[in-house]
Every structure is written in structure tokens, then in C-alpha cells.
């Protein structure tokens, strides 16, 4: 799928600037292909390590787009979240702040099992929390979560899960794609607010499908989601945004990606980051052909690009003075 985003903008785009994209055979070894100026890829595990280390070595002028260690630091849904904290605050936005939202992970399936009618909190969590898989890999699996209600619902998870509080947002969320230095933030429709009148109603879990039928008849049957206009929500100051960004971009050493934001309704001014995705559908982005085509040509060009310094068995950003890139540190590889 992500490959053939890329194969659409071929015609109008990527060809008028001279850029080719051949999709590389993943049943034949990478160093008996190409050569390529850019490896751009969504594949992961020690043996296409193996085969990267080797290409770059038979092709060390090749661009490798990004580093799989770096890329499947977001397929554990703790340590995704866990790189916000290496975020400096915006210096110039007082008013603003963001986080997290409060969450646990539970290896073992004993601790689900509580035997008391406690339902105001769990591991230090208020309820409702939302249960998600502990792996983010992409796969359906992956992607099932319930909201729970009380430890009753606690019954049909599987560990590890990690738990989430729940936080009311406005039934808005913001999506902010990230290519390079490039920046775009959006905003979609998410799951209704719940009203804590009715919290002490609400015993047991809902899977995601189910979340419309909680506050109303009115909202049953998607009308909710239909009733909502994304233009009456305010959207997240652009210097927090475009902050979160760099500071992600810094942190995670990667070049595409893009992370979901909330707005703490309680708070008003603090945002929290709730989900982050290696490659997502860049076609949902508005203007994206344009966007990926700029960073393709910054990166041929030198100007922005990732590869291994095959000497040292390190992976280190290219500035335009063909060095180090002015804000990326070398994390050493050498056990990966």
C-alpha cells in the first residue's frame, strides 16, 4: 500500500523532476539490485539489516531511508510514547503544553484478576482507560482496543496490553504528518466524550465499534460522527506543532512518519500525543504529492538524507556541507 502512494505520483510529479521509482524485489537480495540513490523502505528483522549493511557497503553513495532500529522503536506502544519526554517545550508559547496521557503496561495476566468491586482506578489509572495491544506492528491485531469501564472489563484482554487513561478531547484529534522538516497538521473526527455523570453506570469494556452508543440515542447509528464539523474545533498552535515535530524528528531519528494529538478538554491548553506511525497513508494528506516529491529531491540532492557510515557502522544524517546534519547526534549500531 505505502509503495503504491508513491507509484501515483509518478506521472505528474517525481518524472518532471527526474526521479524514477523501481520497487525493489524483497525475494531477491537488495545488493544484486539497483543501484539505487535512495533505499526507501517499510521492512524490518536482522536479516534485512544484514542486507542493508551490505548494499551500503557495495554502494556506499546510496541513501538508506530510515534506519529500522529507529523505525521499530514505534512498534512497542511505550516506548513510542516514551521519546515525548525528550521534547524541549516551545520557548515562545507559554500558554500552551504537552504530554502523554497516563499509561501502564501488564505483562502478566494475574495482575488483570481483581478480586475486589474497586472500578474509580486501577495501577493508579481513573476509569474509563483504553486497553491497547503492548505491539503496534500494523497488524489487525494490533489495531483491536476497548475502552473499560471498570475491572470487569479487565476479562477479555490478553497480555501484554498496555492501559490508557482515557481523556475527554472533544471528539476531535489531530493528525500531524511529518516529511523531513515538512509539517502538516489536520484534523479528524475521534471517539465522542464521555460524560462522568454516567461513569458509575458503565461497568464492564466496549471494543471501539461500540463507543457511539454510549451518551445518547442521538448519537447511535454514526449520526454523532455525521452531526460533528471539524470546522468549529480550534486548531493546536502551530509553534507547539512544528515544535512536537522537530523534537520527534530529533529524537526518533526518522524522516516519515506521523503522530496523533488530543486536546485535554479539562485543561483546554494541554495536548497530549496518543499514537505515533512509521510511513502512514501520506495520500490522506492534503497536497501530498508535491510534499514527498520536495523531500525525495531534497534528499537525491544531498540536502536532507540518512546513510551509513560503513567505517564505523553507524547511521548519521547528511547536511548540505555533506557532513553531520546540524541537529542529529550518531546512535551507535554496532550491536544491531
Not at 185 to 191: A, D, E, N, T
Request: with cysteine.
Amino acid at each position: 500500500m505505502w509503495f503504491r502512494q508513491l507509484t501515483l505520483l509518478a506521472p505528474n510529479h517525481t518524472k518532471q523532476r527526474g526521479i524514477d521509482l523501481i520497487k525493489i524485489d524483497s525475494d531477491k537480495p537488495l545488493v544484486d539490485q539497483g543501484p539505487f540513490d535512495c533505499v526507501l523502505h517499510k521492512l524490518y528483522g536482522e536479516e534485512w539489516r544484514n542486507q542493508l549493511r551490505q548494499y551500503v557497503v557495495s554502494n556506499p553513495s546510496s541513501v538508506v531511508i530510515d534506519f529500522p532500529d529507529a523505525i521499530e522503536r514505534l512498534h512497542n506502544r511505550i516506548s513510542m510514547l516514551d521519546v515525548v519526554s525528550e521534547i524541549d517545550e516551545v520557548e515562545d508559547d507559554v500558554t500552551s503544553s504537552f504530554g502523554v496521557p497516563k499509561q501502564v503496561v501488564v505483562y502478566e495476566p494475574e495482575k488483570l484478576k481483581v478480586e475486589d468491586d474497586e472500578t474509580a482506578s486501577f495501577e493508579g489509572l481513573k476509569f474509563p482507560v483504553i486497553a491497547k495491544p503492548l505491539v503496534a506492528d500494523g497488524s489487525a491485531k494490533s489495531h483491536k482496543m476497548l475502552l473499560i469501564f471498570s475491572t470487569e472489563g479487565f476479562d477479555e484482554l490478553k497480555t501484554p496490553t498496555v492501559l490508557q487513561e482515557f481523556v475527554n478531547h472533544g471528539g476531535m484529534i489531530f493528525k500531524v504528518y511529518v516529511v523531513g522538516k515538512y509539517v502538516k497538521c489536520v484534523k479528524r473526527k475521534s471517539l465522542p466524550d464521555i460524560d462522568e455523570e454516567k461513569l458509575e453506570s458503565l461497568h464492564g469494556s466496549l471494543s471501539f465499534s461500540q463507543i457511539s452508543n454510549l451518551t445518547s440515542d442521538e448519537r447511535n447509528d454514526d449520526k454523532y460522527y455525521k452531526m460533528m464539523d471539524t470546522e468549529d474545533a480550534a486548531m493546536p498552535p502551530m509553534s507547539l506543532i512544528t515544535n512536537m515535530a522537530s523534537g520527534l524528528r530529533k529524537a526518533m531519528k526518522l524522516h516519515l512518519f506521523n503522530f496523533d494529538v488530543i486536546r485535554d478538554t479539562k485543561v483546554g491548553n494541554r495536548y497530549l500525543v496518543i499514537d505515533i506511525n512509521y510511513f502512514p497513508g501520506y495520500a490522506k494528506m492534503p497536497g501530498y504529492e508535491s510534499v514527498l516529491t520536495d523531500f525525495f529531491w531534497d534528499v537525491l540532492n544531498k540536502k536532507e538524507a540518512r546513510s551509513f557510515n560503513c567505517d564505523k557502522e553507524l547511521m548519521k544524517l547528511v547536511g548540505n556541507n555533506g557532513g553531520y546534519g546540524d541537529d542529529t547526534e550518531c546512535p551507535d549500531v554496532s550491536s544491531a
